[in-house]
């Protein structure tokens, strides 16, 4: 496995979309709070399931 530093900003979205998808939680919150579109975090999402 390879690591990977993260900035301070790519951190808080991946720790987001970790909770996210952990707890099946609400992606219109998620898109609030990362100041994004619903459309994009399911994008974020998908990148981070791979």
């Known amino acids: 496995m390879r ?12 720790t987001i979309l970790k909770k996210l ?3 099946d939680g609400k992606q219109d919150s998620a ?4 100041g994004c579109t ?6 974020m999402i998908q990148g981070y399931k791979k």
Request: a positive charge; zero cysteines; proline letters at 0%.
């Open 3 to 14: 690591k990977v530093n993260l900035t301070m900003d790519e951190n808080q979205k991946y």
């Open 21 to 23: 998808v952990e707890t």
């Open 31 to 34: 898109a609030f709070i990362l």
């Open 38 to 43: 619903k459309k994009h975090v399911n994008r």
